[in-house]
T-cell receptor, first 112, second 113 residues
Framework: SQQGEEDPQALSIQEGENATMNCSYK?????LQWYRQNSGRGLVHLIL?????REKHSGRLRVTLDTSKKSSSLLITASRAADTASYFC????????????FGTGTQLKVEL | EAQVTQNPRYLITVTGKKLTVTCSQN?????MSWYRQDPGLGLRQIYY???????DKGDVPEGYKVSRKEKRNFPLILESPSPNQTSLYFC????????????FGPGTRLTVT
């Protein structure tokens, strides 16, 4: 099974609302990254959080990491229609060399 | 403009006909990798390379080959494609390995009939 699994698989909200998606992983990590993918296009990096960090912010994005629960969450505040995309977490495993393992993604739809 | 380019963007081929998907980056990145994306499975890493002449297997390397003769190029080779290799393929590059932001190409949609 996947190292990183996002939850929910799909999320539909109204513009202006906040969107929260979660990522759970199985083994010890060095860092966790979040990416966005617009339909059928390449992924775009959003934010990286290291294992010794608990929270990071970037504009309307807030990422938390709880290594004891092996989980991370991505919060998008005041969502816009342009935030409609799939969001993936990616983990760099402790002792995993230079591999980066992606989850299955959350499809976010922001409606006007 | 800093970018990762892939060619072709779309390819339809038949079982067994060797093909190569090219990937090139202009950012002088050390690390390059290939992923395939399938519905419900997310992105899975095929191969990665930390530097010229250094390549390593990812999670799903079977049926694929790669080479890294130059720093900027990292072609993906399917010696004998099969229908289960029908997928959306992405090349990515970064300054280093797992602790760095990955820059992705636009993707290559491959159909093997």
């Amino acid at each position: 099974s996947q190292q990183g699994e996002e939850d929910p698989q799909a999320l539909s909200i109204q513009e202006g609302e906040n969107a929260t998606m979660n990522c759970s992983y199985k083994t010890s990590i060095n860092n966790l990254q979040w990416y966005r993918q617009n339909s059928g296009r390449g992924l775009v990096h959003l934010i990286l959080i290291r294992s010794n960090e608990r929270e990071k912010h970037s504009g309307r994005l807030r990422v938390t990491l709880d290594t004891s629960k092996k989980s991370s969450s991505l919060l998008i505040t005041a969502s816009r229609a342009a935030d409609t995309a799939s969001y993936f977490c990616a983990t760099g495993l402790t002792g995993g060399g230079n591999k980066l393992t992606f989850g299955t993604g959350t499809q976010l739809k922001v409606e006007l | 403009e800093a970018q990762v380019t892939q060619n072709p963007r779309y390819l339809i081929t038949v079982t067994g006909k060797k093909l190569t998907v090219t990937c090139s980056q202009n950012m002088n990145h050390e690390y390059m990798s290939w992923y395939r994306q399938d519905p419900g499975l997310g992105l899975r890493q095929i191969y990665y390379s930390m530097n010229v002449e250094v390549t390593d297997k990812g999670d799903v390397p079977e049926g694929y080959k790669v080479s890294r003769k130059e720093k900027r190029n990292f072609p993906l080779i399917l010696e004998s494609p099969s229908p289960n290799q029908t997928s959306l393929y992405f090349c990515a590059s970064s300054l280093g390995g797992q602790t760095y932001e990955q820059y992705f190409g636009p993707g290559t949609r491959l159909t093997v009939t």
